[in-house]
C-alpha cells in the first residue's frame, strides 16, 4: 500500500512537472511571437517613416521645367570636325537622394528647386544642344568618340550685384572624352549661371548650361582632339 501511493505521488509530481514544463514553453512560444510581431511592426512603422519624409521633401521642392535648347553663336564651329563624335550617358555623384534636385535651400520662397527630370539627364541632353548648335559631327551610335560625364556638384544662392538681387546656380561636372576604353582627354567644368530673382530659376539654370557648354567647347586642347 505504502509502495503504491509512493508510485502514485511519482506519477502525480511527474505529470505536474510536465504541465509546468508545457505552460512554460507555451508561454515562451507565445512571448516569442509577440516579440517578433512587435519588431514586425516597428519595420513597418519605420519604412512608412522614412517614405513619409522623403515625400515630404520631394513636394516641398518647387517644380520648374528647365526645357533647355543652345541657341545664339557657338563658342568656335565644328563643321570641319574630323572625327564622329557620340555624347554618352552623364552620371550624378550628389549626395542627394532625388535626382531632379538643383538645390535645396531655401531660396525666393521655396523650399529648394527640382526639375522636370534628372539633372544629369538635363545636362547630357544640353551638350547634345550644345554641340548640335555648333555644327559638331554628331552620331546617336558608334562614332570615333565619345564625350561621357558626371555631375559632382550644385548649389544655389542669392547674391547682391550692382544692388540688384541675383539668383545664383554654380553646375560642377567632370567630362572625359573617350575613344573606345581609352581616356583622350579630361577636365572638370564649372558653369556658372546668374539671373535677377524676378527672373527665377528656370532662366538661372538655363545661363549656368550655357557657362558649361562654352566653357567646353572654348577648351583649346578639348578642340585639338577633335578637329
Request: glycine residues 6%; charged residues 25%.
Amino acid at each position: 500500500m505504502f509502495t503504491m501511493s509512493i508510485m502514485l505521488g511519482t506519477r502525480a509530481d511527474k505529470a505536474h512537472c510536465d504541465i509546468r514544463l508545457a505552460t512554460i514553453t507555451n508561454n515562451k512560444s507565445i512571448s516569442d511571437e509577440r516579440l517578433i510581431s512587435m519588431k514586425i511592426r516597428y519595420l513597418i512603422s519605420l519604412c512608412a517613416a522614412c517614405i513619409s519624409l522623403f515625400s515630404i521633401l520631394a513636394l516641398a521642392a518647387e517644380d520648374i521645367v528647365i526645357n533647355y535648347e543652345k541657341t545664339g553663336s557657338p563658342r568656335a564651329d565644328l563643321s570641319t570636325m574630323k572625327v564622329s563624335l557620340r555624347i554618352a550617358e552623364f552620371t550624378d555623384s550628389r549626395s542627394v537622394e532625388n535626382p531632379r534636385l538643383i538645390s535645396d535651400a531655401q531660396l525666393l520662397g521655396a523650399d529648394g528647386f527640382q526639375a522636370e527630370k534628372a539633372i544629369a539627364e538635363i545636362i547630357q541632353d544640353a551638350m547634345k544642344s550644345g554641340f548640335a548648335n555648333a555644327n559638331a559631327n554628331l552620331v546617336d551610335a558608334d562614332g570615333d568618340m565619345f564625350l561621357q560625364g558626371n555631375l559632382t556638384a550644385t548649389e544655389a544662392k542669392v547674391i547682391d550685384r550692382g544692388g540688384i538681387e541675383t539668383l545664383e546656380l554654380t553646375l560642377r561636372a567632370s567630362v572625359q572624352l573617350m575613344s573606345g576604353s581609352r581616356t583622350v582627354w579630361q577636365t572638370n567644368l564649372f558653369g556658372r549661371g546668374r539671373a535677377p530673382t524676378s527672373e527665377g530659376m528656370t532662366v538661372t539654370v538655363s545661363a549656368a548650361l550655357d557657362r558649361l557648354i562654352n566653357e567646353l567647347i572654348g577648351d583649346d586642347y578639348f578642340l585639338a582632339e577633335i578637329r
